[in-house]
């Protein structure tokens, strides 16, 4: 365990987390910040790159408020040339806010765990998933709040599959921005869900405005597939 103190921190660069730095089944490695109300922030102030970059695998960050790339992610599990590393990463009660991405996850990492976050403020979108190799299988994305203003909410394009995605607050706002964009057999089974929504059936919540379609398929970018006001999903 890795405690970060109470305060606002002004990194000089991304905080990198390297291979030999993770940890494993039985002993995961985890950076815990402050609980305290001021809480922990790392801060990249419009450098390069991402405020934490990890290609370690069995780590868990938590009580982190991770802002200020705005050319690159709050958490990214590599520089998109590690292909596979930085599985069984778990991000949870954080705030991921003032980014390109609160999340990027790239080049297939498996097992990724995004919980009971604050993801707001990301120009671009709260997560993203692209890969040209191996595929991302298994990441869970539950009990968030995403927030994205002229952005896209869930942009799940390539190569991620055996996905969940359960119990989001959704909010997005801008034309021609999503709630959910993911490929196609992401979106044959979140439209399963969110069929039914005025019966509040399913597990989704979202809010969009301006008429922006809460569900896109990759196969039909630009053309809202679903579109709801407030609605339980």
């Known amino acids: 365990m890795v405690y970060v103190d109470t305060g606002s921190y002004m990194l000089n660069g991304p905080m990198l987390i390297d291979v030999q730095d993770g940890g494993t089944p039985a002993g995961v490695v985890t950076i815990c910040g402050s609980t305290h109300a001021d809480g922990t922030t790392l801060d990249l102030h419009g450098l390069g790159g991402n405020v934490i970059q990890s290609a370690a695998s069995y780590v868990t960050l938590e009580h982190l408020n991770l802002t200020g790339a705005t050319d690159g992610a709050g958490f990214a599990p ?16 954080s705030r991921l806010y ?9 080049w297939g990492p498996d097992d990724t765990t995004i919980q009971h976050n604050v993801i707001d403020g990301n120009t671009t979108a709260g997560v993203y998933s692209y890969s040209l190799g ?7 994305i539950v009990n968030n709040t995403i927030i994205a203003e002229s952005a896209d909410g869930l942009r799940l394009e390539d190569r991620i599959s055996n996905t969940t995605v359960q119990n989001n607050i959704i909010q997005v706002s801008g034309s021609g921005r999503y709630g959910v964009w993911g490929g196609s057999t992401l979106y044959r089974r979140l439209q399963r869900h969110l069929r039914d929504w005025r019966g509040v059936r399913g597990e989704l919540v979202w809010d969009t405005s301006d008429n922006i379609g809460g569900l896109a398929s990759g196969q039909r970018p630009g053309r809202p597939q679903l579109e709801c006001g407030s609605a339980v999903c």
């Open 134 to 140: 191996t595929s991302a299988e298994n990441t869970q």
């Open 98 to 106: 003032g980014n390109k991405y609160g999340v990027h996850l790239y």
């Open 78 to 93: 590599s520089d998109g040339s590690n292909d596979g590393y930085g599985a069984h990463t778990t991000i949870r009660n």
